[in-house]
Each structure stands twice: as C-alpha cells, then as structure tokens.
C-alpha cells in the first residue's frame, strides 16, 4: 500500500514547539519533492513548507518564517517538519505531501502525487 504516514501532533500552549514527522510506505521519499500543508476550520488547505529532492530548494509560506523549519533525510526516508514559537492561528490539520515531478513555490508543492492522512496540531493555553 503506497501511502504517507504522518506523527508528532498534539496539543500544545502557545509558544511552544512541536515536531512533526512524515514516513512513506510502499514506495521511496528520496527521489520527491516535499511538502506540508494545513487546514484550519473553515479554510482551504494551504501549503506551508516544501523542500526539492536535493534540498536545496526550500521555501516557507510567509505565515510560517522564521518559526517553522522543513528538513529531510534522505538515507532514513523522512520529513521533518519543526514548529517553533507556536500561535493558535497554527491550529490546523497538517499533511504530509510527496511528488516525482514536484517544483516548490511560496511554501507550497505543486503537483502532489501523494498525501498524508493529516495529524492535528492544536495550539491552545
């Protein structure tokens, strides 16, 4: 079965951090694009972070800079996603996402070939 599987989430009080973690299965990350995106209630779901094969490509929509950081290992066949200095606005379902033949622009990953089933994260005192 080829799929995303995302952990880490939580709740957590504002300021805080979480890390969150994406592992494939079925198939190898190494060769793909990376993305994160969330979804708020009541919102479209929006790219966050992405990050090319090499990783040298990396970008952050401007919501998230500075406080969030996307990381891959390549050799483990993982995505890294650090969440610093969380705000309650950052409440969301995040997602994992994967693609062969993905470019990144302003955070976001364009094609996507697969997705995460999504992983709460609540920011909340």
């Known amino acids: 079965q080829l799929q995303l599987v995302e952990s880490g989430g939580g709740l957590v009080q504002p300021g805080g951090s979480l890390r969150l973690s994406c592992a494939a299965s079925?198939?190898?990350?190494?060769?793909?694009?990376i993305g994160w995106f969330r979804q708020a209630p009541g919102k479209e779901r929006e790219g966050v972070s992405c990050t090319t094969r090499s990783g040298r490509t990396i970008n952050y929509a401007d919501s998230v800079k500075g406080r969030f950081t996307i990381s891959r290992d390549n050799a483990k066949g993982t995505a890294i996603l650090q969440m610093n200095s969380l705000k309650p606005d950052d409440t969301a379902v995040y997602y994992c996402?994967?693609?062969?033949?993905?470019?990144?622009?302003?955070?976001?990953?364009?094609?996507?070939?697969?997705w995460g089933q999504g992983i709460q994260v609540t920011v909340s005192s």
């Open positions: 996402a994967a693609g062969r033949h993905g470019w990144c622009t302003q955070g976001e990953l364009k094609p996507v070939e697969y």
């Open positions: 079925g198939f190898t990350l190494d060769d793909r694009t």
